[in-house]
């Protein structure tokens, strides 16, 4: 089974992301191969590694570099500045939030720490999640185990080609008891590339009065994402990924006001960590119960001493370019070369060779995870997808990587080799990458 993947130029003009963007902007209507110039791509290497880290655009670069060397030494006042006010508003649009629920933070994993250790947590509370998070998500919660003696339970998900997004609630409720107050999960998982049923899991939370904590560190970039209509109080998102902002940078989403068709439930308490602005004396007016804010937690979470303002001028203006493209056609590409990777894969090393869901589209991600050894017993064999993802970058300047994860009933842990495709791969690149693959298998078989 073969997936076309065209060179589609916008085939729609408008984008949830604010309207129909200028109808002058030659991005909008730029081929894929034209917009694969406008990115500092390493010459003949192929990158499908995005999930760990992108390819910036040289504006993007520009933009970091200017801005360092504008602020370099000088005696203006840096704090204003790094608060990123008409940054956090633009890039709050473009996911359908307000300023005061955004924040430009480090990465991912600052995010998610942030928020973790800010959540009303005491002895006995519990909190579920799942053993498919990224170290950062499990962590912290272990740091709050240790230090508040709260309860975790870490589920394991399904993984394989049927996973259906039923399963994967139905296991989630299972969990919930009397003394749940947290559900934390991936909005797409690193080591499967499962796209979880966010707005599913968010609906079930909100059944039991549950706060929602999602990762969503593979988000942005790549899904034309709503947060807010998602239905969560918490996102976390990584800025160099998908986004292909600089590193060290991340968006943290915190559900400011109420909005009742989305999420009807009153904002969690919640302690913002790390914060210049969080008053030095007596308490934060009491949170708001209506679609108006009470007060700016975005600001009390962004002012925090001083900031890169170049990596947060950088990380806008790679978000100003996506939203010129338009979130909605760079997802379309990566989604449909995401399919044509499954379906190669599955020709190739053969359907069952998938970790990552195939059937249930809504679980479906551009990031696919399997494994292509034919004896079942190498899916445990570290050595062997250390050795193929080292050659497949030594010998063919492919970067792919491996992952590794649990599987419920499987006392082994779990290897998987992962690519990650984007609006700058194209399908010969994935073809280029699975013929290497198979070629690298026979040998280490
Ligand atoms: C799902 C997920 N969460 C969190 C992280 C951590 O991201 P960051 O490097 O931005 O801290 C990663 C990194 O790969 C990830 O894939």
Not at 160 to 189: C, H, S
Not at 200 to 214: E, F, P, Y
Not at 321 to 331: A, H
Not at 368 to 379: E, L
Request: glycine letters at 8%; one cysteine or more; aromatic letters at 8%.
């Amino acid at each position: 089974m073969r997936v076309s993947v065209t060179d589609d130029p916008a085939t729609t003009t408008t984008s949830r992301t604010g309207g129909p963007p200028a109808p002058a902007d030659p991005l909008r209507t730029a081929s894929f191969a034209e917009l694969r110039s406008l990115f500092a791509m390493e010459p003949d290497a192929v990158h499908l590694n995005t999930g760990t880290i992108g390819v910036m655009p040289y504006e993007v670069l520009d933009v970091n570099d200017r801005v360092t060397r504008e602020w370099n030494g000088g005696l203006r006042n840096v704090y204003p500045p790094g608060m990123y006010p008409e940054h956090r508003a633009a890039i709050g649009r473009a996911f359908g939030v307000d300023q005061d629920e955004m924040v430009i933070c480090h990465n991912a994993t600052e995010g998610v720490a942030r928020v973790i250790n800010g959540l009303d947590l005491h002895e006995g509370d519990e909190v579920v999640t799942t053993s498919h998070e990224c170290y950062s998500v499990l962590s912290n919660f272990n740091l709050l185990r240790n230090r508040h003696r709260i309860t975790l339970t870490v589920l394991t998900p399904p993984v394989g080609p049927d996973v259906t997004a039923e399963e994967i609630v139905d296991l989630f409720a299972r969990a919930i008891t009397p003394r749940t107050k947290v559900l934390a999960f991936a909005a797409v998982t690193l080591f499967t590339g499962t796209r979880m049923p966010v707005r599913q899991l968010c609906d079930l939370a909100q059944r039991h009065g549950l706060t929602t904590v999602v990762d969503g560190a593979l988000l942005p970039g790549l899904f034309d994402t709503d947060l807010r209509a998602l239905g969560p109080d918490f996102v976390t998102c990584s800025g160099s990924k998908f986004q292909c902002g600089p590193l060290g940078t991340g968006l943290l989403y915190v559900r400011n006001k109420v909005h009742p068709e989305h999420n009807p439930l009153p904002l969690p308490t919640f302690w913002p960590v790390i914060s210049t602005w969080y008053p030095m004396m007596g308490a934060p007016p009491p949170r708001t119960t209506t679609r108006v804010e009470s007060y700016n937690m975005g600001d009390y979470l962004q002012s925090a001493g001083s900031a890169s303002i170049a990596r947060g001028a950088a990380l806008a203006k790679a978000c100003e370019l996506w939203d010129r493209i338009g979130r909605d056609r760079i997802e379309r590409h990566a989604v449909a070369l995401g399919d044509h990777t499954r379906a190669r894969i599955a020709e190739r090393f053969g359907v069952e060779s998938l970790y990552s869901p195939l059937t249930d589209g809504r679980l479906t991600a551009p990031v696919v995870a399997f494994n292509p050894f034919p004896d079942p017993s190498d899916g445990w064999n570290i050595t062997k997808f250390a050795r193929l993802v080292d050659e497949l970058e030594n010998r063919h300047r492919i970067w792919t990587r491996w992952t590794e994860f649990d599987i419920a009933g499987s006392p082994h842990q779990h290897y998987a080799a992962r690519i990650c495709t984007h609006l700058y791969n194209t399908a010969d690149e994935v073809d280029q990458a699975v013929d290497a693959i198979a070629d690298l298998v026979r040998e280490l078989s």
